[in-house]
């Protein structure tokens, strides 16, 4: 009987993994805290995000979106995140949809183009573009000068 339940357990540990998607990108992060241009990787598993920069072969930058949002190390809630790095009017996980390229603010403004989508939401917060497709990125908001873009490298 013991040896059935390792068995299951061994098994079932295998089946609850989750893949983890892993790609070499341009990454530009610019917002009033924040200013970087570099290549690097981006990595999605089921839960979490990872963006790292290099430049010079040096990391630079580390940004990991999963619980919580973890900066070059330092790590905070997403509310925390967003008044200290985006700006405090954004929903809480703002950071963690547009790193996987997922609608924001619940599709609004959303048109959808084959593979693509593109967002634009005007209000008195915010002024952004938003477009995403498979491995590229693209966040504008004119309004709090914010600019991210992830671009894959590799096709």
């Known amino acids: 009987m013991r040896f ?3 068995l299951f ?3 079932a540990g295998c089946a ?3 893949p983890s998607i892993s790609y070499p990108a341009s990454i530009v992060f610019k917002t009033p805290a924040i200013k970087i241009a570099a290549s690097g990787f981006v990595k999605k598993s089921a839960r979490k995000v990872e963006v790292e920069g290099y430049m010079a072969g040096q990391p630079v930058f580390e940004l990991i979106a999963a619980k919580r949002v973890c900066i070059n190390g330092r790590c905070m809630s997403y509310e925390m995140f967003n008044e200290k790095i985006l700006g405090a009017a954004y929903p809480r996980r703002l950071i ?3 790193l996987r390229g997922e ?3 619940e599709g609004a403004g959303m048109r959808k183009i084959g593979e ?3 967002q634009r939401i005007d209000a008195r917060n915010f002024a952004i ?3 995403a497709k498979k491995g590229h990125i693209y966040f504008r908001d004119n309004k709090n000068n ?3 873009k992830l671009r894959r490298l590799d096709g």
């Open 4 to 6: 059935i339940f390792a």
């Open 9 to 11: 357990l061994f098994f």
């Open 16 to 18: 609850i993994k989750q």
């Open 96 to 98: 963690y949809h547009i």
């Open 103 to 105: 609608p924001i603010f």
């Open 116 to 118: 693509e989508f593109v």
């Open 129 to 131: 573009i938003y477009r």
């Open 146 to 148: 914010i600019l991210i």
